[in-house]
């Protein structure tokens, strides 16, 4: 998903409000709006529902397979010797970008 806080951010703009008054229509605090526009927390569905539902506008989610959905071991290992040292190199500090930030926010709960 893109950055959470940013939609409620640039909906909120767009709507002409103010934090304390999203907060006030969506049954919250404009401190916790003020968190999640800044990234500190993620809300979960319902709440990033109730937000933007508070705006006038639809969460809508859906699933895509992505570009290597329930590959096999061996089709994975043949694309990875298809790739350049590069490629492989980027490919790893990509993967440990990925798992460092899944870690970090593991970490805060």
Do not use: C, K, Y
Not at 55 to 68: D, F, T, Y
Not at 76 to 90: K, P
């Amino acid at each position: 998903m893109a950055n959470v806080g940013a939609l409620v951010r640039d909906t909120r703009i767009r709507n002409g409000l103010d934090q304390r008054t999203l907060a006030r229509r969506a049954g919250t605090t404009q401190a916790q709006v003020s968190r999640i526009e800044r990234g500190e927390v993620s809300p979960g569905v319902d709440t990033l529902a109730r937000l933007l539902a508070a705006m006038g506008s639809q969460l809508r989610v859906s699933a895509v397979p992505g570009p290597r959905a329930n590959s096999r071991t061996a089709d994975l290992v043949r694309d990875l010797r298809e790739l350049s040292a590069g490629e492989r190199i980027a490919q790893a500090i990509e993967l440990s970008r990925m798992l460092t930030g899944m870690t970090a926010r593991g970490a805060r709960g």
